[in-house]
């Protein structure tokens, strides 16, 4: 007990002095060569220079944005699969990402193309109930088909459904604001602004709270409704809860990033692994903490890699998160609950 | 009106329409052991899920420490009924103590921490059970005998004063079962628990039930003593024998049962 207890520290103290070095890191590179002595410069004295215009205006918000909803995403994918009962789930493979982007290009188009300027609540709104209406037709598809692995497969035809209508809606949409839409629908963090980055805070951190709040009841249902229900915890309740926790996490990151993909599938599993534990008490926060670093090191590959070309997020992480999934579905054996 | 369960007029069944049992009356006293048996389909489990509330009851009443449990709140059934069923579960990388520990989830705060007293409880039922040397092993990897001492062990810390076992001795080799009946019959007597579990071993049931129901088509077929169900004529309707049958196989079924008691 007391060997894992300490395992856990010096987990999370690595992975915390890894993110603040993934931090200046993304500070440093770029298109634009920034010193570590320059970033501490203008972050201490914000002046009117080009490097710091640079760093805290573009750079910066980019940076916190890839923490935040990376740490969001994951957290989504520990929940959704704590949900299903099984590690091969993800927002993005479930195809609810991909349809929160269809709600977010829908409202878009249409309200831009009606003049309305369109705040970055109304995104999340719109995102959320894309989430919950593709949860609505997985959780359908679910009572049919008790494979998970075949539900992946469900999943994967709904995003792109979901994604070949957005491209449609893009396309066709002529305000020349829309041209924005392109890079975002692939995924992306470039363009985003600290009012994005202001509101996304807010939000993930409440809800990140408030599922860290819910470890004991979310841990009770790992063992199955059934002996949940019967240490006093309240199936409906939680299984409401669970989705909603992880609908807002996925929609607040699709409505200002776009699809980022395998996020949320294989982070969750890299730290099971790592921690070798479940309990949620332990994983939401390293899902969080480990969410934050991939994804910010993926971006920070995705805007130098080919730079000044930047290219999506969800190329680079397919890249480097795919093969864990791969890896899930052949290694496991399917268990399914009775 | 402590430990104790009474069913009143039950009637269980799947979802709307499909009744399996009815008019089920029954009362298990405190550290009574009371044994569901009957042919495969005929409803035990059906009656054990619909008490532990995983199935919704589709008639009647059942009491719980004399209080309606349709009155209950979740959290204190939870404190009233433990059980083990028949349903694998499958944690992920969790050890057989944390296994047991979640019958301690009724007990603790909100972030669901153990404190001391709680890790002694968890201790003590690994250690009634006989489990102490596998308590740090994964759970998905150990036996099917040792993971039914696990999760008897995780209804035992739940401090509960009914338990509810479905076929506990399922799949268990001889020893296992007579280990897992002696720790069962222990927590009725000395802890005073209500105890309703369903059975296939008919041979093991004189030893450790006080009262036996059985269970046939869709009603209660006979209630009384191990003595007074188990009969060849009972056993012939139960289980759908040939006639005379029966008596020929209780000859034989008692012997051996009169060896287990003595060992139970």
Redesign the interface.
């Known amino acids: 007990m007391v060997s894992s207890a300490r395992r856990n520290r010096i987990c999370f103290c690595v992975m915390l002095i890894v993110l603040v070095a993934c931090f200046f890191f993304g500070m440093a590179v770029g298109s634009a060569d920034i010193s570590v002595k320059d970033i501490f410069m203008s972050l201490l004295n914000p002046g009117d220079v080009y490097m710091g215009r640079i760093i805290l205006s573009i750079r910066l918000p980019r940076i916190i944005a890839a923490i935040i909803l990376g740490g969001a995403l994951s957290v989504s994918g520990f929940l959704l699969q704590i949900f299903f009962g099984n590690p091969i789930a993800g927002p993005y493979v479930l195809g609810i990402s991909s349809s929160a982007k269809l709600f977010v290009a829908i409202s878009m188009v249409f309200l831009l193309g009606n003049g309305v300027v369109i705040s970055s609540i109304v995104m999340v709104v719109s995102a959320f109930v894309g989430s919950l209406l593709a949860m609505g037709v997985v959780m359908l598809l679910s009572q049919k088909v008790k494979n998970m692995s075949l539900l992946v497969v469900c999943g994967v035809m709904i995003g792109y459904i979901c994604s070949a209508i957005t491209e449609f809606v893009v396309t066709f949409a002529d305000d020349t604001n829309i041209v924005n839409l392109h890079n975002w629908s692939l995924g992306s963090f470039s363009g985003i602004s600290f009012e994005h980055v202001f509101v996304s805070l807010v939000i993930v951190l409440v809800t990140i709270v408030i599922t860290f709040l819910m470890s004991k009841p979310i841990g009770a249902f790992q063992l199955g409704e059934n002996y949940a229900r019967n240490m006093g915890v309240n199936i409906k309740r939680i299984r409401v809860i669970l989705i909603l926790l992880s609908s807002i996490l996925s929609a607040t990151v699709t409505a200002f990033a776009g699809p980022i993909s395998f996020v949320g599938i294989a982070v969750p599993h890299i730290m099971r692994s790592l921690m070798k534990t479940a309990k949620p008490i332990v994983m939401i926060p390293a899902c969080f903490l480990g969410g934050a670093i991939i994804t910010l090191l993926c971006d920070c590959i995705a805007r130098t890699a080919f730079a000044p070309t930047e290219i999506s997020i969800s190329a680079v992480t397919s890249v480097f998160l795919a093969p864990v999934v791969i890896y899930l579905l052949v290694a496991r054996r399917e268990v399914s609950r009775g | 009106m402590d430990n104790s369960v009474s069913l009143d007029n039950l009637k269980v069944g799947y979802g709307k329409n499909t009744v399996v049992l009815q008019d089920v009356n029954l009362s298990i006293a405190p550290g009574e052991i009371v044994c569901l048996i009957g042919a495969n389909g005929a409803g035990k489990s059906t009656v054990l899920k619909t008490i532990?509330?995983?199935l919704k009851k589709m008639g009647g009443r059942v009491f719980v420490n004399g209080e309606d449990e349709s009155d209950m709140?979740?959290?204190?059934?939870?404190?009233a009924?433990?059980?083990v069923?028949t349903?694998?579960?499958?944690?992920?990388?969790?050890t057989c103590?944390?296994?047991v520990a979640?019958?301690r989830?009724?007990y603790?705060g909100?972030?669901?921490?153990l404190e001391e007293k709680d890790i002694t409880a968890v201790n003590n039922a690994i250690d009634l059970v006989g489990a102490a040397e596998i308590a740090a092993k994964d759970f998905s990897k150990i036996s099917d005998g040792q993971r039914q001492r696990i999760m008897l062990a995780r209804a035992i810390c739940?401090e509960t004063g009914i338990m509810v076992l479905d076929e506990p001795t399922s799949f268990l080799d001889l020893q296992y079962k007579l280990d897992i009946l002696r720790v069962i019959k222990k927590m009725a007597k000395e802890k005073h628990i209500a105890i309703l579990m369903s059975i296939h071993e008919l041979e093991f049931v004189p030893a450790i039930a006080d009262k036996v129901v059985g269970v046939s088509k869709d009603k209660v077929f006979v209630t009384g003593t191990p003595k007074e169900v188990i009969t060849g004529a009972n056993l012939e309707v139960m289980y759908k024998m040939e006639s005379g049958t029966g008596s020929v196989l209780c000859e034989g079924l008692w012997n051996y049962a009169n060896s287990l008691t003595r060992l139970i």
């Open positions: 532990v509330g995983q709140s979740e959290a204190d059934v939870a404190k009924i433990s059980m069923m349903e694998r579960i499958h944690p992920e990388l969790m103590f944390d296994v979640t019958g989830y009724p603790t909100r972030m669901g921490l739940q």
